[in-house]
């Protein structure tokens, strides 16, 4: 069995992508967007390639941008695994939103009337 050279490894397929979702423990799916000339028309259209990535430390979120590197079969789908993490998405903290502040925030009938009442035009 022969080992790998530096220069075999280093000459393996990188593309640079983003995370579009987390599917398992160690997998995502990356996308990696394109522009290709319409085979017909030859207007520049925007295309995608979707890649099943093998992510070993579970280090990135979705919305990351990441380099990927071709590797052997991991699993059926998977054969990229992730270089480095090129830009962390920025997340929202979620905060949970109860009934009560639901409530006080959409008005309801009570709370249009405890306003000032509209006087109406009529014709008199």
Do not use: C
């Amino acid at each position: 069995m022969s080992t790998a050279t530096p220069a075999l490894r280093s000459a393996r397929k990188t593309v640079v992508g983003v995370v579009s979702s987390r599917s398992g423990d160690k997998s995502i799916k990356v996308v990696v967007p394109f522009k290709a000339p319409h085979p017909l028309y030859q207007k520049v259209v925007n295309r995608q390639t979707v890649l099943h990535v093998h992510d070993e430390k579970n280090e990135t979120k979705v919305g990351d941008k990441v380099e990927v590197m071709e590797t052997r079969p991991i699993s059926r789908l998977k054969r990229w695994r992730v270089v480095n993490v090129i830009h962390k998405a920025v997340a929202a903290e979620g905060v949970a939103i109860s009934e009560t502040d639901v409530a006080a925030a959409v008005p309801t009938k009570t709370t249009r009337h405890e306003e000032a009442p509209v006087k109406s035009e009529g014709k008199a």
